[in-house]
């Protein structure tokens, strides 16, 4: 007692983890995720942007469905790099986040084809809103392709599971390369 053995691991200030600069790390984005991630939100503002040039139209009603849906979906997709980047993921739980992430991918990039198509369906061609939905195509694609990605990795894993031929240490090295 003499040395302070007995008191001396409850007493000790346990120390913190380093910080972050800013608290932001893209270590949870590995692989196809990270570009994917980043294009989004990028090919979104690209379509917002031409969007927002438009100066007249003879049928503003696909023109207000696309903006809404673009807008919406760039906010979106950046609030959930957000979260994949900061202290948020671990906050909210891996298992949530992927799967708010999976379903908001999908309606995001349903609602936005269909925004694209009615924007080109009714357009009286200026050549901003052209550009405009060959990037809302373009957002639309890399959204539902996110999508495609998971679900076809989801498709594998259980495929591989059901073989009962892989073991816990493998599907995390699979889960790891593919992620």
Known sequence: ?????????????????????????????????????????????????FEEIVEDCSNCGGLYFFEFTSCTAFLLSLLILCVYCTVAYETFGKDKVEKVNFWAMLAIGVIFLLASIVLAATNSSPVPAIMAYVFGFFASMAFLAEVGMEYLLLLFLNFLFQKDSITLESYKSLQYLVM
């Open 1 to 49: 007692m003499e040395n302070g053995a007995v008191y001396g691991p409850t007493t000790e200030p346990r120390c913190k983890e380093p910080r972050r600069p800013c608290g932001c790390t893209r270590h949870r984005l590995k692989g196809w995720r990270l570009p994917a991630k980043v294009l989004q939100p990028f090919l979104s503002l690209l379509a917002v942007i």
